[in-house]
């Protein structure tokens, strides 16, 4: 029997079929590129999801990072929520859910509106979704047609500008400022406006600043919305329990915008449930209808067993979520305490959500020696690589002068950052 003999031996010769083999790669890639669709050329990948993945490589090679750059609760779910959880699978509920969730879990949204809110909503006004970036998802596609302008203030979530794309609108950005705790102001929102704005985007609180937008304020932006009645707004109101002022206020109690308002709203950061994955939001029945129909066709009802999970949540004492509240208070007052002792930067005080925003434009222009800081990319990378700090460049927010830090993690965490961040700064010049 003959045994064949290649042409090449196979060890001498790897480096050059690796060669051949990374241009055919490049040049299928290229031809499969060219076969995807052109809205998903459209759309950016989301930084805070790149900075995470580059955060978990380093872990997985034995680096101790820590990660600032996820905005999750490092609470685990309420026991008598997983009890819950549990008890549905035992319960047998894993059959297909409603296409707009439950309805003793519509019910109980409707009621917590009216108990914490005073927002008076039926259940069929109320759609759960598989979590509040699907809600918002859905309130975008179902109001934004090709060409129409949606109006978001900056910094911004990463995903509210690509919802749009997505949807085939415009961005219409307004920048805000530092020196007015990031909030858009009247007067702004009112210059904005055209006869192809469709909708208007808030958060508050806000991801990624931190800010709170008192009643007096939502009021003041409401009557400029009242004025033009073909706006719909948008609210995302996720963060709304993690709020240090006191009371959460919505701009959906104004009755001059409540029929153009859509809120949207989850049990992810509030009960520390962002695997469970159920947001939902409250509408117009007009607008829940259009996000009925929407869902219907991309995803039908969320999770049965995570809904029952959620019912629970939102029927059951509340302390958690309170003493959650104080504990992340407390981490923002040691990052902010760290942060002013760094020179140079400068940041807002954050009055809900758990993130601090610190415009860090001082170093740029900045070196240590081997790498130079050009903008708040240059500024992440930096202090990943050479202070083992996850972080999230500010660009994909809206504003490249800044960065994103979590504090949603241990207060020993916390402090180990703030050290590594204040020699890392330093070692800048």
Sequence with gaps: MEIYKAPFSIL?????????????????????MELLSKRLACLSESQTMAMNQKTQDLQAAGVDVVNLSVGEPDFFTPDHVKAAAREAVDNNFSFYSP??????????????????????YTPQQVIVSNGAKHSLANAVMSVVDDGDEVIVPAPYWVTYVELVKLAGGINVVIPTTLENDYKVTPAQL????????????????????????SKAELEAIAGVIARHPRII???????????????????????????RTVIINGVSKCYAMTGYRIGYMAAPLWIAKACSKLQSQFTSGPSSIAQRAALKALT??????????????????LVLQGLSEIPGLKYNVPQGAFYVFPDVSACFGKSDGKTV??????????????GYVAT?????????KCIRLSYATSEEKLSKAMASMKAAFARLK
């Design 316 to 333: 059951t004492d509340s302390s958690f979520t309170e003493d959650m509240k104080k504990v992340f208070r407390r981490r923002r007052d």
């Design 392 to 400: 999230v460049p500010g660009d994909g927010f809206g504003e490249p």
């Design 373 to 386: 800081i050009r903008n708040s990319s240059d500024a992440s990378l930096y202090l990943l690589d050479s």
């Design 233 to 259: 707004i948008i609210a995302d109101e996720i963060y709304e329990h993690i709020n240090f002022t006191g009371s959460h206020e919505s701009i959906a109690q104004f009755d001059s915008v409540k029929d």
């Design 190 to 213: 009112e210059a904005a406006i055209t006869p192809k704005t469709k909708a208007f985007l808030l958060c508050s609180p806000s991801n990624p600043t931190g800010s709170v937008y």
């Design 12 to 32: 001498n010769k790897k480096i050059y079929f690796c060669g051949v083999l990374n241009s055919l790669s490049e040049h299928f890639y290229h031809i499969f």
């Design 99 to 120: 296409g707009d969730g439950y309805m003793d879990l519509r019910k109980a949204v409707a009621a917590k509106f009216k108990n914490e809110n005073r927002l008076d």
